[in-house]
């Protein structure tokens, strides 16, 4: 992950999750808008540091990854960033079984829609 994440974004570090959105995404069905990657370790990681089950995290961040394929785009600040991590919460939150084990509350973003402070 840490050679993807350098070679896409310059990055020189493992991060969560990575997206890659087709390039003719507009001219093709829409299941296939791109691809989602995630990093196992990283996930496990911050699932312990933010109290969740690594189940949860794996489902936050594939929801992240697919809401950049969307084009939601946290890295621009502000309300977009806000908008996506609301979204992606809710999205999160409902994939979640009532009654299922969880170990804590949604888990906090950083301030002023920056990437949070593990990536």
Known sequence: MEALNTRYRGKQRPTDVLSFARADAGRVPFPEIGDVVVCWPVIVAQAKTHGVTTSEELSRMAVHGVLHLFGY???RGGAEAQRM????????QSLVTPGSPRSGPPRPRAAKGTRSPER
């Open 85 to 92: 991590f609301r979204l992606q919460e809710r999205i999160v």
């Open 73 to 75: 785009d946290h890295e």
